[in-house]
Antibody, heavy 115, light 107 residues
Framework: EVQLLESGGGLVQPGGSLRLSCAAS????????MTWVRQAPGKGLEWVST???????YYAKSVKGRFTISRDNAKNTLHLQMNNLRAEDTAIYYC?????????WGQGTLVTVSS | DIQMTQSPSSLSASVGDRVTITCQAS??????LNWYQQKPGKAPDLLIY???NLETGVPSRFSGSGSGTDFTFTISSLQPEDIATYYC?????????FGQGTKLEIK
């Protein structure tokens, strides 16, 4: 069974950093692009970042220069390093398998940016 | 960047009703559009891909159509378990933006 499990969310002060992880299982992780999507409380879905199977990265303008997506194919794990966090980054962060067609999603991890 | 305009933002309908949601892209995206369903407290699920293809395991009452800039998502006969928020998302070129969502409620 294909599964994604996010971790690393929590409460952080504005300007702080957080590193999210997404543990993948049930598929050949290195063969697939992976994506982060976030959802602010009570709001819609926002595409955040995608990394290809060959480590090419893409970012939303709202996070470019502050967030870094990476992958560890040996550990089947996706990461999102988030620096200089702002209140507007408060959201549930989902990892998803793929880039164009997001067929499998994790359960999400909540990031709260507040003083 | 391509903008996706989804309407309506909310919709109330009765069980058995036909429900239609539209999504308009700010430029031609061919058939590069997906529809997702998100139930409260859950992650989204892919229902329709490439504009009109039904994802495996999704009931046939769900359908999608359209190409270019105008797309439609239809539930042919609304069921109680269809209560959710529905999102379109293009994948023509990055960033793959989502529509604002349509919250569907039972009347």
């Amino acid at each position: 069974e294909v599964q994604l499990l996010e971790s690393g969310g929590g409460l952080v002060q504005p300007g702080g950093s957080l590193r999210l992880s997404c543990a993948a299982s049930g598929f050949t992780f290195s063969n697939y692009a992976m994506t982060w999507v976030r959802q602010a409380p009570g709001k819609g879905l926002e595409w955040v970042s995608t990394i290809s199977g060959s480590d090419i990265t893409y970012y939303a303008k709202s996070v470019k220069g502050r967030f870094t997506i990476s992958r560890d194919n040996a550990k089947n794990t996706l990461h999102l390093q988030m620096n200089n966090l702002r209140a507007e980054d408060t959201a549930i962060y989902y990892c998803a398998k793929g880039s164009r067609w997001l067929r499998v999603w994790g359960q999400g991890t909540l990031v709260t940016v507040s003083s | 960047d391509i903008q996706m305009t989804q309407s309506p933002s909310s919709l109330s309908a009765s069980v058995g009703d036909r429900v239609t949601i539209t999504c308009q892209a700010s430029q031609d995206i061919s058939k590069s559009l997906n529809w997702y369903q998100q139930k409260p407290g859950k992650a989204p699920d892919l229902l329709i891909y490439d504009g009109s293809n039904l994802e495996t395991g999704v009931p046939s009452r769900f359908s999608g159509s359209g190409s270019g800039t105008d797309f439609t998502f239809t539930i042919s006969s609304l069921q109680p378990e269809d209560i959710a928020t529905y999102y379109c998302q293009h994948f023509d070129n990055l960033p793959y933006s989502f529509g604002q969502g349509t919250k569907l409620e039972i009347k």
